[in-house]
């Protein structure tokens, strides 16, 4: 299977030279909505409003995903559905790792274990093969930048790229403004199956609520 949205997201994050995350925490909401969109066009699951179901466990041949299947079967607990806010509370900071074991299976990306001051331990990972990213932004730019129509996945990418405000990420060098209102415009366009831009539209608002939620109680604790 080609790279998935969670692993483009992940690879848009990191650094090209150090191999660092940036924006790590709202990079994870995105992967964790990037494999959620994934495993929707995938059949495996549905989200309508605030819920999450999961509709059929039959693998797909993609690690990452099949791992997140299962994992969400168990989170439900023999459960129809549970709310979509839920699962990626609980999942935010673990895909990132997930997604980053995926990039190295795939030679994207290799991963570099060292020590800081000689005693804490730290992971980085730089690239292995800049094409792969290469490709991803031309392929960004081509929507975003020069207004081409975007395919389904592309969409859906930048929709979630949108939504968790990583404008600046996926693109550093051009104006904010007008990167910001193009993402906007393709994230609300008609550019899929209802079912499927429905939800994306009920992903953008979990994703949404949760960031505020989170940004709410760091500022209350700091206070």
Known sequence: MAI?????????????????????SAAGWAVSGGILLELVLAGRVS????????????PTGDELLDGRTALIETWLRGRKQ?????????DQAK???AALESLCRRGVVVEEKRK???????RRYPEADGVVEAELRERLRAVVVDGAEPDTRTAGL???IHSAK???LAFP??????VTARMAQVADGQWAAENVHAAIRDMQAAMIAVTVATSTAVATAGS
């Open 47 to 58: 989200v309508a409003g605030k819920c999450l179901e999961l509709t059929d466990t039959t």
């Open 95 to 97: 895909a990132v790792g």
């Open 173 to 178: 060098d051009s104006p904010r403004k007008e």
């Open 4 to 24: 998935t949205l969670a692993e483009e997201i992940m690879l848009l994050s990191l650094d090209d030279e150090s191999g660092s995350a940036k924006q790590r």
């Open 166 to 168: 990583l404008h600046r």
């Open 158 to 160: 930048i929709a979630l």
């Open 82 to 90: 549970r709310r979509v806010t839920e699962w990626l509370t609980k």
């Open 116 to 122: 800081t001051l000689g005693m804490f331990p730290m």
